[in-house]
């Protein structure tokens, strides 16, 4: 679903205490600047706020990771996809894609 995400430059944390009244998750980058600065390549790292992740039921984490990874530019070049483009309307889309993918897999032995 994300064939241009590099998974080994994409960490995860979970995190405790946010005083954000909203917030589930975020996606952090580092940029340009910073890049070139340390001599790497683009690292996005996922925020999952337990408070509130944790709480949320399978299929409701699992948008949650498609809306943060949806962020990600297919560059990976340490840039963001604002919400214009990540909307609720487009994550179901690749939730709905995720689903098929699944069952697909289920069936090969």
Do not use: W
Not at 29 to 46: E, F, I, N, P, R
Not at 83 to 93: D, I, R
């Amino acid at each position: 679903m994300f064939p241009h995400i590099k998974l080994e430059n994409v960490k995860c944390y979970q995190s405790y205490g946010t005083s954000s009244k909203r917030v589930i998750a975020r996606c952090h980058a580092l940029g340009k600047l910073m890049q070139k600065a340390m001599g790497t390549d683009a690292v996005y790292v996922l925020e999952f706020l337990s408070e509130r992740f944790d709480k949320l039921d399978e299929e409701e984490k699992i948008k949650v990771v498609i809306h943060e990874l949806m962020h990600i530019p297919k560059c990976f070049g340490g840039g963001f996809k604002h919400h214009n483009f990540v909307t609720e309307k487009n994550v179901n889309k690749f939730y709905t894609t995720y689903k098929e993918l699944k069952k697909l897999k289920e069936k090969i032995p």
